[in-house]
């Protein structure tokens, strides 16, 4: 997001929690999100795809509440206000295309009124016949989560997204020769799908509290949280929602506070930092094995204070609405080793794959008793991290990103298990217990600062060239 994207957040948020209360705040936070999605949403090669990418990413979210939600919910009152509020807002963006010489509200111009007549025709049709489905057929769950997978897959694989963008190409009688992967920019799914994952399979475990169709919405395209997270849980999200809130002097005063500091680190510090931050030209150009040091601090620090900027953004945003989205980054680069530095990195990120996926795998192992621990640990934890690499992008640079801190999980644990049973009393001595902790924050930070050299660059073979380059090899 821009600056002046932004600063429309911010204002809208602000009038909203000044302004209103109850169930109008609800409506209004529900009707500026679905603005967002389309407003937020970049400019793409293919016509009018901003707009079809951000339909879509309403329509799997009424999808997915229609099959989390108990049979003849969207009767209610509530909910066909909800639904009423979406189709009209869709319906004014759609004929803005007529109303205005430039586009207002997308990037590009609407499609034309009976293409999406059609695409409205058809998406009733399907929501209609899923959510009667979902209510006889247990599957209908695990068939979304399947979608929703399938589609991350696509937009996290550069051959795949090309082979899409080729597809959609030629449908559209459009020149193939132009195709790119980067034709398939889907602003803020990845955090929506796994919004929606985690719906879902709440719904499997019976643990999922009942949600109205705008409060759902509203939860999963949130604008606030909508480019780049946190990613918040839906009761959790719900309670804040319901509950009453008035906008004080106080509650202001924090939530600017929390919103200069993300415009200053994301502005101010991550914007300089990239001026000489590790990246493939740079990469080529640097000589010297202190200038390649400088340019891999500075991409480690512009990458939290970029991240960690965005989010203190959203958080404060969010509080001037009542919403107190979760901390993303608890001052990772301090901790004295890699678990402590994955529970305050990305925190929002590492909970959900740990509540999914981890937790999950690991009572399956454990239901093994062949394998021995250690197994089932470096398993777990390689595992992990590899999805998560693959969460940024299915390349070989993000595996080999996963697999460098899967293992160095691994190996960390392992150590810490070593010392634990051999050394019980190390922690323990005052003299050597500062040593011990800055030592670890040095290794740590410094061991995740290689890792940014995977995550930054596009070719494995221009990372090994820079880590070589670190310790004097060429």
């Known amino acids: 997001m821009g600056l002046i994207q932004i600063g429309a957040s911010i204002l809208t948020a602000l009038l909203i929690g000044a302004l209103t209360r109850g169930t109008l705040r609800t409506y209004l936070l529900l009707a500026s999100s679905v603005l967002a999605v389309y407003w937020f949403q970049p400019a793409l ?10 339909s879509f990413s309403l329509i799997f979210t009424i999808l997915t509440w229609l099959v989390v939600s108990p049979a003849g919910m969207w009767r209610l009152r509530q909910n066909l206000t909800g639904l009423s509020i979406i189709l009209a807002l869709v319906t004014l963006i759609e004929l803005s295309r007529y109303l205005f010489p430039d586009p207002v509200f997308t990037a590009t111009t609407p499609p034309q009124l009976f293409q999406y007549l059609i695409f409205l025709l058809l998406a009733g049709l399907a929501l209609s016949a899923f959510g009667r489905m979902s209510h006889r057929h247990t599957w209908t769950i695990s068939g979304v989560i399947l979608l929703l997978i399938l589609i991350l897959v696509v937009l996290k694989t550069p051959a795949l997204s090309l082979q899409t963008s080729i597809f959609v190409r030629t449908l559209a009688n459009r020149p193939v020769e132009n195709a790119a992967f980067t034709d398939l920019r889907w602003l803020g799914f990845s955090y929506i799908a796994f919004r929606l994952i985690h719906v879902l399979r709440d719904r499997q475990m019976g643990r999922l509290a009942e ?18 997270g946190p990613i918040d849980r839906a009761e959790r999200f719900s309670q804040d929602l319901r509950r009453d809130f008035s906008l004080t002097q106080d509650e202001t005063l924090l939530s600017g506070q929390r919103v200069f500091l993300g415009l200053f680190k994301k502005f101010v510090v991550a914007d300089t930092l990239a001026l000489v931050a590790l990246n493939d030209a740079l990469a080529t150009q640097v000589r010297t094995t202190g200038w390649m040091w400088i340019i891999v601090y500075a991409y480690a620090f512009q990458i939290y204070f970029d991240f960690s900027g965005y989010t203190d953004i959203a958080i404060g945003t969010a509080r001037l609405v009542g919403i107190k989205l979760p901390e993303n980054f608890a001052a990772p680069y301090i901790k004295p080793n890699l678990t402590q530095f994955w529970n305050s990195w990305h925190m929002s990120l590492t909970q959900w794959f740990r509540s999914y996926f981890f937790n999950p795998f690991n009572r399956w192992m454990r239901g093994h008793k062949s394998l021995p621990a250690w197994f089932m640990i470096l398993i777990g934890q390689v595992a992990t991290m590899l999805l998560i690499g693959l969460w940024h992008g299915v390349t070989l640079n993000f595996i080999l990103w996963g697999l460098w801190h899967g293992v160095g999980l691994f190996l960390q644990n392992r150590w810490s298990e070593f010392i634990r049973t051999r050394y019980p009393n190390a922690g323990q001595d005052n003299r050597l217990r500062p040593i011990l902790t800055i030592g670890g924050i040095l290794l740590t930070f410094h061991f995740v600062a290689l890792s940014w050299v995977f995550f930054a660059l596009s070719d494995p073979s221009l990372s090994w060239q820079v880590i070589r380059k670190l310790f004097t090899f060429l």
Do not use: M, Q
């Not at 090669?45 to 951000?54: G, H, I, N, Q, Y």
């Open 211 to 228: 949600l109205s169709l705008p409060e759902f919405v509203t939860y999963v395209v949130f604008f606030p949280a909508l480019a780049a």
């Open 45 to 54: 090669p293919l016509r009018s795809f901003d707009f079809w990418l951000s």
